[in-house]
């Protein structure tokens, strides 16, 4: 209707990205927008859903699988209660002597993708119109981990479930039941950055899109759900406002790139709060070894937000 088309035509968070508007700058006030309605309405029967949310999911006939939503979601639809979006099914690798979801996840390659044959669906596997009826979990918060090669398995950047994600999860589904300890995997996560302290979304949530622009919320499609390609010999950490930054790995555009990507990137200086020009970023920053120095904002909403992380070396 009228309302729909308005709400399209003028969406919560203008996407429009230029002189004096980085994307950083869209993606901050995309994660205050995600925050109040989630806050707003975590207790409603259909919670919020955004583009790029990992979520429990039980489909029919199959056991609960962790998905991350990869396409059809506009943010106006955030609070449907009938919504049909395409989900990314997800792997997961348990740990020894741990039973339930403490183990490392990775995204479901289609064992019958074949590039010169579209028939024969993309890389990673899907679902399609998924909707509130099979979720059990919304909003599961992830940290992102790097597992270097065996002789069975390449290396690959993986993620793992928060506890508090886990402790929801054990609330709804019997069947996982939270452990008499927590794996020493999670727990220092856990002393690091206690999850009931979430901000709207979780620690490290990873944005990956193709740079299909339809969606007019400002939020791009997803293809393909590789996280972050942190560098060999390098680790994501856990990071608190307040705490120095050095390397990191930033999601937005660089010079005239048409789609935002991942960029890896080393700060010059941290700048001063009360600096008008450069209120919209935080610090001074070289990207991908380059000399020229660039604004950046490596804020506590655009990391909840997953946009950037701090790199450590292992």
Not at 14 to 23: I, L, Q
Not at 103 to 113: D, H, K, L
Not at 201 to 209: I, V
Request: net charge negative; hydrophobic share 30%; with cysteine.
């Amino acid at each position: 209707g009228g309302s729909s088309s308005a709400e399209l035509e003028n969406p919560p968070v203008n996407p429009v990205r230029g002189a004096g508007r980085t994307d950083a700058d869209v993606q901050v006030e995309l994660a205050g927008y995600k925050f109040i309605l989630r806050r707003r309405n975590q207790n409603l029967e259909c919670p919020a859903l955004f583009q790029a949310d990992f979520l429990f999911v039980e489909l029919p006939a199959r056991p609960v699988q962790l998905h991350r939503i990869a396409n059809g979601l506009c943010i106006v639809d955030a609070l449907a209660p009938k919504l049909s979006f395409t989900t990314a099914e997800y792997t997961h690798v348990p740990q020894s002597g741990c039973a339930g979801f403490w183990g490392y996840f990775f995204p479901t390659e289609n064992t019958t993708y074949n590039p010169n044959d579209r028939r024969t669906g993309g890389k990673y596997v899907r679902h399609q119109n998924v909707g509130h009826d099979v979720i059990k979990v919304y909003d599961v918060t992830v940290t992102t981990e790097r597992i270097a090669a065996t002789d069975d398995t390449p290396d690959r950047t993986v993620v793992r479930v928060s506890t508090e994600s886990l402790q929801r999860l054990s609330m709804v589904c019997g069947e996982y039941p939270m452990p008499t300890k927590v794996p020493a995997t999670h727990a220092a996560a856990n002393s690091n950055r206690q999850d009931a302290q979430r901000k709207g979304n979780g620690p490290k949530r990873m944005r990956n899109d193709d740079g299909d622009s339809s969606d007019k919320s400002g939020e791009s499609s997803l293809d393909e759900d590789e996280p972050a390609p942190i560098p060999d010999g390098w680790q994501a950490s856990q990071w608190e406002e307040g705490m120095p930054i050095q390397d990191f790995m930033l999601w937005t555009k660089v010079g005239r790139e048409r789609q935002a990507s991942w960029h890896r990137g080393k700060v010059v200086k941290q700048l001063a709060a009360n600096r008008k020009l450069y209120a919209q970023f935080t610090h001074d920053a070289k990207l991908d070894g380059s000399t020229e120095v660039r604004g950046v904002a490596l804020t506590q909403e655009v990391y909840d937000d997953g946009c950037w992380l701090l790199l450590s070396e292992r």
